[in-house]
């Protein structure tokens, strides 16, 4: 009997470590889980920032080829008459037509997003320009495009390759608007008077890239009519934020993790 109750408890030690082995099995576990996971975070964010930074580069790449092909911007005719030799460039930003009208985007969260628009004209997002660089005649959701009867794109060439999307999601959506990995439009700025150079609606602010000793930030040139970059399109991305602020610098606060083409 006695030899009985010892092989008992010897099963009942032997249960016992194995479950003792097993907590901290699960322990070392979580540990690992703890210590992996920012890590696993900040590379799946490294590679939305490589993506948008590749897919902005095409989105220029495109504008300058369209330029080769038809010697003109692919600006819309209801922009370029708006165009002034005081503020020749436009931007397109996060306000886009529904109707008669411009209304803000929202981001995939159902929030606006913050106004980016070249003030005092009629506001249009890069849905457009996309348009006419892929050669299309009305957005999937039914409404026509500036390029309607292919007046922008006569030859049909397809000069920007992008996945289609739902809306709010990547990539070009019903609306046609191109969205960048974390679902927020791409803001685009175009050469209007065909200087080789151009001035966004938001960096060519002072106040967001004014830097020391009177040189812009992220490259920029301070010229008459704000800060220049020395390229004919300026594409740049909100970031994982989603934000913009024209109240902070561009190297700082929401603005920090914004994506510039030309940088």
């Not at 790449?61 to 369209?66: S, W």
Request: with cysteine; net charge positive.
């Amino acid at each position: 009997m006695k030899s009985i109750n010892m092989q008992k408890n010897q099963r009942l030690v032997q249960c016992g470590f194995t479950l003792v082995e097993l907590l901290v099995v699960i322990g070392i576990i979580s540990i690992l889980a703890a210590m992996l996971l920012p890590a696993l975070s900040g590379a799946k964010d490294s590679a939305k920032k490589a993506q948008a930074k590749t897919e902005m580069q095409n989105i220029a790449g495109a504008v300058r080829q369209y330029n080769a092909e038809y010697n003109r911007y692919p600006i819309p005719p209801q922009i370029s008459k708006t165009l002034t030799a005081a503020s020749p460039d436009y931007t397109f930003g996060t306000m886009h037509m529904t109707g008669s009208r411009s209304k803000l985007l929202k981001n995939n969260k159902g929030e606006s997003l913050p106004k980016i628009a070249s003030a005092g004209r009629l506001q249009i997002s890069n849905a457009e320009v996309v348009a006419i660089l892929q050669g299309v005649e009305a957005f999937r959701n039914g409404r026509q495009t500036s390029n309607r009867n292919n007046k922008l794109n006569s030859r049909k060439v397809m000069f920007l390759n992008a996945k289609n999307a739902t809306n709010t999601q990547p990539g070009v959506g019903l609306d046609g608007v191109y969205r960048d990995p974390w679902g927020n439009p791409y803001i685009v700025s175009v050469d209007g008077n065909y200087d080789g150079k151009v001035i966004d609606a938001f960096y060519g602010r002072s106040g967001v890239s004014a830097g020391g000793d009177g040189e812009g930030l992220n490259g920029l040139v301070k010229v008459k009519g704000g800060y220049q970059a020395n390229t004919p399109v300026m594409v740049w991305s909100l970031g994982s934020d989603g934000l913009a602020s024209s109240d902070e610098k561009s190297n700082v606060g929401v603005n920090d993790d914004n994506i510039l083409s030309w940088q």
